[in-house]
């Protein structure tokens, strides 16, 4: 069973057997929910992305599972 620190790492997709939905809210927690993603775009504008717990269990399809 992967970590949520290996999946900054992994270089190629986990098998199902590797992964579980704990691994998700886990790395969700750690790594995507308390980070700005700032991208600089060519134009000279920036986008700020932020995830919020809610949005990203959403996207995950996840939200309705405790």
Known sequence: MLHSNDLLTI????SWSDISLA???E?????LIPTIFRYYLENGEIIDVR???????HILGIQHIT
């Open 27 to 31: 790395f969700s927690e750690q790594y």
């Open 11 to 14: 270089e190629t997709m986990p």
């Open 51 to 57: 995830f919020e717990e809610w949005a990203i269990y």
């Open 23 to 25: 691994l998700y809210k």
